[in-house]
């Protein structure tokens, strides 16, 4: 389809999302209400259904994100306040779109001054008898009877994960969840917003409860799962934001036969185990004895309210949340612990036993019954104790064992495991069928504003898998480059090579911003809490002299050009997979181009919309693409436009199938149908192309009519690979009789 004019009706299933990072901390860059409205034209030609915006309440002075709301009772004055968001909510509405708003119910900053929280500055002043108090989860006893904010003492109320400026909220308060969604909901009955996307749903008391209460409209939850790990059943939602869709179509692209002598490659570059849970256990333990010390501490304060004073507690407290092998298993006070809570736990303290000595076994199985609601537990450890996990796996693995263990860096990724180094078609295609029979409307998603890399930076990744050998030998040159080597820790500089192979070109403000990042977060030879200024400056100082050498930037502008057009065939394959598979597409600000961008802030740079809008309507005149962003480009509006014209291909009703390829090529290929559309990608291209391409290699298609490939108008007689594949390694194709 490339009719850039139509958009979806309103009860339409949605086709797509485009994300939007709002921003209006610098008037002189602000990206806001008025900004977003007048993408709407160009967005409507993209092919979404619906504008997908980051918070939009009032947030502190200076916020660069949204999510550290000060104020329920305001839409947000920097971005252009109430009247320019209705303006804009009508725009888009006007233009076929809807809008989906991100809500941040877990927490509220801790401003300086803290008066632009009102009801945070009535605990300020009033403790526990302010009318306020009920609004925030504080450990009164801990603070002797007052609030102790940053920089006054260790904080003891609940915040989120380590950051002392965010205070956890109490949700399961009637009162505060009211107040502090009055706002949003009433831009719900007004029409104005059409979906919620709820963050970290996991740092709530009671995350089902808090769903079940939200009205009844799109609802995406930001759910982080782990391997097999699914949403709770009874969760009231319609998906997730696409985390785990991002692993699977990820893996899809990434060689099995690599993950050997990349493992070898590593080993002898970091002298790095080969065993991730090692280092995941040894952050997971980093994590609970410092950045989340309180929240161990105040747990304890619980148990030993409960059970009284004993020194075995810790040890073995700490041994089990360490172990938890999700963020956190759904235990309702008062209520049975569901089963998959209870092998949760089960697997937990397992892990724990095999690590405690014996005469701590004891104390581990009853907290374990504790944790499960059992022996007459307090709810207030029942609920904390998942509170504490949440963050917990947070911080000591994404935020810790992420940036210590990079043997595969494009599978360090939110939500991601880096010991599963490849996801095969079998699983893949279970995967996308559970999806569409079980939660057809959750969100996928390649990029986002958390992940460590974007999606084109993963795919140039993925194609090491297939070329292991021209990557060793490409980091042996670069290490032994200058004398003496570098001053990076072994992991950091493996890290740092993958880094420039991934994102090149860089500049050196973009690669010292990630580097400094990187090195804090593994928190091994400086910290963002105890830095070490005379390391940091010598990896620092390293990466400004890589990017000055002439010769060792023209080598790896070499590896790149190596590894282009394997990478293109991983880009384009991804992002069409993405866009057509089971759940509703989230196309991240910006990535409908070549994503490259690393770690925030890096990936909220601003966005060049006219470059887009110039390139799309280029595209549209009936030109053939230019350059890889001009092929992303088709792929992605092609098939948005597809969908957005086709819900019932691509809704609750269109299913999915499998398309079996047969020939000496097969494995390269994978193929879906949705609906009468099928998708086809090319997988594992270097091995395609030292087999010799795809002679004899054909899919198993319906016969009868030939097939039209929306993406470059070609018709195909024949299911032959080779043919539908020429022009592009991807190809969208529909029965030629069929209108689109």
Not at 283 to 294: C, D, G, I, S, W
Not at 629 to 653: I, M, N, Q, Y
Request: with cysteine; charged share 25%.
């Amino acid at each position: 389809m490339s009719d850039a004019s139509g958009a979806a009706p309103d009860d339409a299933f949605p086709a797509g999302t485009y994300r939007l990072q709002l921003r209006g901390d610098d008037p002189a860059d602000r990206f806001g209400f008025a900004e977003a409205a007048a993408l709407a034209p160009y967005l409507v030609s993209l092919g979404v259904s619906h504008v997908y915006l980051s918070p939009v309440l009032q947030a502190a002075p200076g916020s660069t994100h949204g999510y550290d709301v000060v104020d329920h009772d305001r839409v947000s004055a920097e971005l252009g306040g109430a009247d320019a968001f209705r303006a804009m909510a009508v725009r888009l509405h006007a233009a076929g779109l809807r809008v989906l708003v991100d809500v941040v119910p877990n927490h509220m900053a801790v401003p300086s001054p803290p008066e632009l929280n009102k009801p945070l500055a009535g605990v300020i002043a009033d403790g526990p008898d302010s009318p306020y108090a009920a609004w925030f989860d504080v450990d009164w006893d801990a603070g002797g009877g007052r609030l102790v904010l940053p920089g006054q003492g260790e904080p003891n109320y609940r915040r989120f994960f380590d950051i002392s400026g965010l205070i956890g909220l109490r949700q399961e308060d009637p009162e505060v969840f009211e107040r502090t969604h009055a706002v949003l909901f009433g831009m719900i009955g007004e029409g104005l917003v059409d979906g919620l996307r709820i963050d970290h749903p996991d740092g709530l008391t009671d995350p089902r409860g808090y769903l079940a209460a939200l009205p009844g409209t799109w609802v995406l939850v930001e759910k982080i799962t782990t391997g097999e790990e699914a949403l709770p059943a009874d969760w009231r939602c319609d998906g997730t934001t696409g985390y785990d869709a991002l692993g699977m179509v990820g893996g899809l692209f990434v060689d099995p036969a690599g993950e050997r002598p990349l493992t070898k490659i590593y080993a002898a570059a970091t002298g790095a185990t080969a065993d991730f849970a090692e280092i995941e256990y040894t952050a997971r333990r980093f994590a609970a004895e410092n950045a989340l010390r309180p929240e161990t501490d105040r747990l304890l304060r619980v148990l030993t309210a409960f059970r009284g004073e004993d020194p075995r507690h810790r040890p073995a407290l700490v041994e089990l949340l360490a172990a938890v092998p999700v963020y956190r298993a759904y235990v309702v006070p008062g209520e049975e612990a569901p089963p998959e809570a209870v092998a949760v736990l089960e697997r937990a303290a397992d892990a724990a036993r095999a690590r405690l000595p014996e005469d701590l076994h004891g104390t581990l199985d009853a907290l374990v019954r504790l944790a499960l609601g059992l022996d007459g537990a307090p709810a207030e450890f029942v609920v904390r104790f998942q509170q504490t996990a949440a963050p917990l796996a947070a911080k000591g693995v994404e935020d810790t064992a992420f940036y210590r263990w990079n043997r595969m860096a494009a599978l360090n990724e939110v939500g991601g495991d880096p010991e599963r180094f490849a996801v095969g078609p079998e699983d893949f295609h279970a995967y996308a069928a559970r999806s569409a029979r079980e939660r057809p409307a959750t969100m996928t998603t390649l990029s986002t504003h958390d992940t460590k890399r974007q999606e084109d930076v993963r795919a140039r990744l993925a194609v090491l898998a297939e070329l292991p050998g021209s990557w060793g030998e490409a980091v042996e040159r670069w290490r032994g480059w200058f004398p003496g080597g570098s001053p990076l820790e072994p992991d950091l500089e493996y890290l740092f090579w993958q880094t420039l192979a991934g994102a090149w070109p860089l500049t050196g403000d973009r690669l010292a911003e990630f580097l400094t990042k990187a090195m804090r977060e593994a928190k091994t030879a400086t910290s963002w809490v105890d830095q070490n200024a005379g390391y940091e400056e010598g990896v620092l100082g390293f990466a400004a002299r890589v990017l000055a050498d002439p010769g060792l930037t023209a080598d790896i502008e070499g590896f790149v050009a190596l590894i282009s057009p394997y990478a293109r065939d991983v880009m384009l394959g991804q992002k069409l997979v993405q866009l057509t598979m089971p759940g509703v597409p989230d196309v991240y600000q910006g990535c409908e181009l070549t994503g490259l961008s690393l770690v925030d802030p890096d990936n909220r740079r601003p966005v060049d919309y006219g470059r887009r809008r110039a390139r799309l309507t280029r595209l549209d005149s009936g030109r053939p693409p230019q350059d890889l962003d001009d092929e992303k480009l088709l792929v992605t509006s092609r098939a948005l436009r597809l969908r957005r014209g086709h819900p019932e291909w691509f809704g609750p009703d269109g299913g999915y199938e499998p398309v079996a390829a047969t020939g000496p090529a097969a494995g390269h290929a994978v193929a879906f149908r949705r609906g009468r559309a099928v998708t086809v990608a090319t997988r594992l291209p270097a091995g395609l192309e030292r087999r010799g391409g795809w002679g004899g290699t054909a899919l198993d298609l319906p016969g009868g009519h030939a097939w039209r490939d929306v993406l470059t108008g070609a018709v195909h007689e024949r299911p032959d690979l080779g043919p539908i594949l020429a022009a592009l390694p991807v190809a969208l194709l529909v029965p030629e009789e069929d209108p689109t």
